[in-house]
C-alpha cells in the first residue's frame, strides 16, 4: 500500500463545461457528490458536470505492480515495460479528449489519430494541437523531473522491446552502457523511481490539462 492509490484511475473528474481536471484527494466531496465543479461551480442536479477522467475503465493495475515490486531484476524489467505501456494507454486517452476540445471536431479527431502510431508521434501531435510542446507544458507545471524520468524510462524500455544490452537493471539500479562504453546510472533506485513516477502521472497530466486548457485554448 503506498501514496500512489490516491492519485491512480478512479480518483480524478473532469468539468464538462470548464474542461479542467480536479482530483478527489484535493476535493474529497467529488467522492460522493458531482457537484458543484471547483473550478468553474457549475452545478446540476440532473446533469452534473463532473464526469470521470481520464473516461477509460475503472481498471486497477496494483496487483500487478505489487506482484512484480520484488528484487527480482527481471521483474523490475517488466515493471518498466509495464508501467511504459499503462501511462502511453492513458497518456492517449488524454491526448484524444484534449483534440476533440482543440480541434472541435470528433471526426478530425479520429483523422488525426488514425495517422499516428507510437508515442513520439503522439508527443508531437500534442504541440501542433496546443502551440505547446508536451515537454514546456509539463515542465511549466513544475514536473521537469518528472519528464526527465519519463523519456529515461521510454529509452529503457525500448532498450528491453528491442533486446539490447546497454540497458542493464542491477542491484536495484537502472544503468546504461554509453557508446563509450562508460556505464552511467540513471536510477539509483529503481523500485523507487518506478513508485514515484507511478504515483505522480495522473497529478502531472491533471496539470498539463488545465495548464492548457488555461493558456492555450481559445473558446
Ligand atoms: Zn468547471
Known amino acids: 500500500m503506498g501514496m500512489w492509490h490516491k492519485y491512480q484511475i478512479g480518483n480524478y473528474k473532469q468539468c464538462r463545461k470548464c474542461h479542467k481536471v480536479f482530483s478527489i484527494a484535493d476535493h474529497p466531496y467529488l467522492d ?3 457537484n458543484p465543479c471547483p473550478g468553474c ?15 477509460l475503465g475503472q481498471c486497477s493495475f496494483d496487483k500487478i505492480y505489487e ?6 531484476e527481471e521483474h523490475q524489467k517488466i515493471l518498466i515495460v509495464f508501467l511504459c505501456s499503462n501511462m502511453e494507454f492513458i497518456y ?24 499516428i502510431e507510437g508515442i513520439r508521434r ?18 511549466e507545471c513544475g514536473g521537469g523531473g518528472f519528464y526527465n524520468d519519463w523519456s529515461n524510462l521510454r529509452k529503457a524500455r525500448n532498450g528491453f522491446a528491442h533486446g539490447s544490452e546497454d540497458w542493464i537493471v542491477s542491484g536495484g539500479k537502472l544503468m546504461h552502457l554509453g557508446h563509450d562504453k562508460k556505464l ?9 523511481k518506478i513508485n514515484s513516477i507511478r504515483s505522480e502521472f495522473l497529478n502531472v497530466f491533471m496539470k498539463v490539462n488545465n495548464f492548457v486548457i488555461e493558456n492555450c485554448l481559445t473558446q
Open 32 to 34: 460522493m457528490r458531482s
Open 41 to 55: 461551480k457549475a452545478e446540476d442536479e440532473d446533469n452534473p458536470p463532473m464526469i470521470k477522467w481520464p473516461s
Open 67 to 72: 506482484s512484480l515490486a520484488t528484487d527480482n
Open 92 to 115: 492517449d486517452s488524454f491526448l484524444r479528449r484534449l483534440t476533440f476540445l482543440f480541434t472541435k471536431s470528433a471526426d478530425c479527431t479520429e483523422l488525426l489519430f488514425k495517422n
Open 122 to 139: 503522439r508527443i508531437r501531435l500534442f504541440k501542433e494541437i496546443t502551440g505547446i510542446s508536451l515537454e514546456d507544458a509539463i515542465r
Open 184 to 192: 552511467a546510472t540513471i536510477f539509483e533506485d529503481l523500485p523507487s
